[in-house]
Every structure is written in C-alpha cells, then in structure tokens.
C-alpha cells in the first residue's frame, strides 16, 4: 500500500514563505510514473485544487487563486513533491493534502482524480 506523508506545515506570520514536502513509500520503483498534486482544505470548506505536476516533471498547473505565489516540483530519487509558498496570507490557512495519481494528466489532478492520499500538514498564517 502506498503512504504519503507531509511535513513542514507551520504557523506563519502574513507574507512569509513555507515549503512543504511529501514523502512516498512503496513508489521506490514507480513514483516517476505518478502524477503528484496538492490540495488544501480550510475549515467548513470542500478541499480545493492547489497544484499539480506530471509525472514526467514536464507540466505544472496551479489554482488561480495561488498562480503566482506557488511553486510545485518533484525529485524522484527522492520520491517527493514540493510545493514552495511565498508571500503567504491569512487565507492560505488550511490543511494541505499531497496525492498521487498514476499516470493521469495534471488536468485530471485539478478535478481531484487522485489514487492516494496523505493525511495532511497544518498551514496556518496570522495577521
């Protein structure tokens, strides 16, 4: 079974930046071939789309609401994805979700198609 694990959720001050990271396990030998995505859910609120990346490292696609603050990327000998938030604020406030989707497009990662789940890291940004 795989397992994702997120780390480096924090409590920020507004404007700060944040990186977070997912760690897979059991994807040792096909890790390259998932799609990785990050999600975030706030709450009283659905999860939300944040950000997506090929499994090839060859597409990124982000929520326009993140577009420019926001940096998704991978390192497959590592069996991690990234996402890098600068310039935070309060309503980036959320619990953040990595998932992993085999071998589907980032398009299909932004309406939440995805195989597995990590159980999330806190993100919480004060004023």
């Known amino acids: 079974q795989v397992q994702l694990v997120e780390s480096g959720g924090a409590l920020v001050q507004a404007g700060g930046s944040l990186r977070l990271s997912c760690a897979a396990s059991?994807?040792?030998?096909?890790?390259?071939?998932?799609?990785m995505g990050w999600f975030r859910q706030a709450p009283g609120k659905e999860r939300e789309f944040v950000a997506a990346?090929?499994?090839?490292?060859?597409?990124?696609s982000y929520a326009d609401s993140v577009k420019e603050r926001v940096t998704i990327s991978r390192d497959d000998y590592k069996n991690s994805v990234y996402l890098e938030m600068i310039n935070l604020k309060p309503e980036d406030t959320a619990v953040y979700y990595c998932?992993?989707?085999?071998?589907?497009?980032?398009?299909?990662?932004?309406?939440?198609?995805?195989?597995?789940w990590g159980q999330g890291t806190q993100v919480t940004v004060s004023s």
């Open positions: 990346i090929s499994w090839n490292g060859y597409r990124t």
């Open positions: 059991e994807l040792t030998f096909s890790f390259a071939t998932y799609a």
């Open positions: 998932g992993a989707s085999k071998m589907r497009p980032v398009d299909e990662l932004r309406r939440g198609v995805i195989d597995y």
